[in-house]
């Protein structure tokens, strides 16, 4: 290891996880300004933890399974309408430019069919 890069303070302390009041031992370089004795008798200082494998429920297997139907038809009810609306908006632009264009390839037919017959006139 290279020296110098390494923290000084790294040493044995509790941490204890104040929401299922469970304590592990370990080490760590953090800072802390109260103690707590452990269980050989030996004061270390104490990390105050809010969750940690303990209590997590991914590790206890408490998971909440989270209602994905329930949110779909909450979210369809808060802004199905306006949702339908641009739907629709966005279906008759379609349908209008389809109207269109088949118009300029009907107009387009016929100005070849009008060629075509004023080459069989001149032609004959």
Known sequence: MKKGIHPEN???V???DFSCDKS???KSTA???ENMLWEDGKEYPLIKLEISNMSHPFFTGKMKFVDTAGRIEKFNKKYGKKSTQ???EAKTDVE???DVEAKTDAEAKTDVEAKTDVEAKTDA
């Open 31 to 33: 800072e802390s300004k």
């Open 14 to 16: 509790i941490f204890k």
């Open 86 to 88: 641009v739907e629709d």
């Open 24 to 26: 592990f031992l370990g």
């Open 10 to 12: 790294y040493r044995t």
């Open 96 to 98: 209008a430019k389809t």
